[in-house]
C-alpha cells in the first residue's frame, strides 16, 4: 500500500514577515485580520436582500495572509464579536440578532472560506497571479455553500417569503457574481505583489 502525497505546507506572508511566531503573536495576527474583514466590511452596496460589501476580499486576503488556521480563527473571532454586539458586520451593525438575517449565513461561510484561501497559500498557490485566482475563486465560493441555503431558510421559513429556487439564486447569487470575480482578481493581484515586496526586502538585508 502506498500513502498518497500531501502537498507540504509553506510558509505563508505572515510567516515570511513575522519569522519568529508565538501564542501572543499568532493572536496578534488573528484579531488584527478580523479588525480588516471588519473595516472592509463597510465597503457597500446595498442590494434589497443581502449587499455586496468588501468582506469577501477581506476574507480571502486575510486567510492567504494567514493561513488556514489563523486565517479561519480571524473569521471565527470576527463573527463572534459581530453577534456580541461590536460594529462590525456591514452598516457598522453587529447583534445576536444578525442570526435571523437572510445574510448571516454567508458571514459563517466566511470561516471555511478563510481556511480553503490559507490552505491554497500553504500550497504557495498565492505566489503568482492565474494560480492565486483560481484558488481565491474556489475560495469565493465556499460562502455561497452556506449563505445560499441559510438566506433560503431564513426568507422561505422564517419570515414565510416563498421564493422558490430561481428567486432565491436571483437574490443570492446572481448579483454577485461579477462582484465575486472582481475580489478574486484584486486578491490574486495584491497577495503576489506583497511576495514581491518581501522577496526585495530579503534581497536587500
Known amino acids: 500500500m502506498s500513502a498518497i502525497a500531501v502537498p507540504a505546507r509553506r510558509p505563508v506572508l505572515a510567516d515570511a514577515v513575522l519569522p519568529r511566531s508565538s501564542r501572543l503573536t499568532d493572536l496578534s495576527l488573528v484579531l488584527s ?14 442590494l434589497p436582500i443581502v449587499p455586496i460589501t468588501g468582506q469577501t476580499l477581506g476574507v480571502i486576503v486575510v486567510g492567504a495572509a ?9 473569521l471565527a473571532s470576527y463573527m463572534v464579536a459581530g453577534l456580541a454586539g461590536a460594529p462590525v458586520f456591514a452598516g457598522f451593525t453587529g447583534s445576536l440578532a444578525a442570526v435571523a438575517t437572510p445574510s448571516f449565513g454567508f458571514v459563517i461561510g466566511f470561516i471555511p ?5 490559507g490552505w491554497i497559500a500553504e500550497r504557495a498557490w498565492d505566489r503568482r497571479s492565474l494560480k492565486a485566482f483560481a484558488g481565491f475563486i474556489a475560495a469565493s465560493i465556499v460562502p455561497f455553500l452556506v449563505g445560499v441555503p441559510y438566506m433560503a431558510m431564513i426568507l422561505n ?12 439564486l436571483a437574490v443570492g447569487v446572481v448579483p454577485f457574481l461579477a462582484g465575486g470575480l472582481v475580489k478574486a482578481a484584486l486578491a490574486a493581484a495584491l497577495i503576489p505583489r506583497a511576495w514581491r515586496g518581501v522577496r526585495a526586502l530579503d534581497e536587500r538585508r
Do not use: S
Not at 478580523?34 to 446595498?46: D, F, G, M, S, Y
Not at 494567514?66 to 480563527?73: D, F, Q
Open 113 to 117: 472560506a478563510a481556511f480553503v484561501a
Open 33 to 46: 485580520g478580523a479588525l480588516a474583514v471588519a473595516l472592509l466590511a463597510q465597503v457597500t452596496i446595498p
Open 66 to 74: 494567514l493561513g488556514a488556521r489563523r486565517g479561519a480563527a480571524a
Open 157 to 168: 421559513v422564517v419570515l414565510g417569503a416563498g421564493y422558490d429556487l430561481a428567486g432565491i
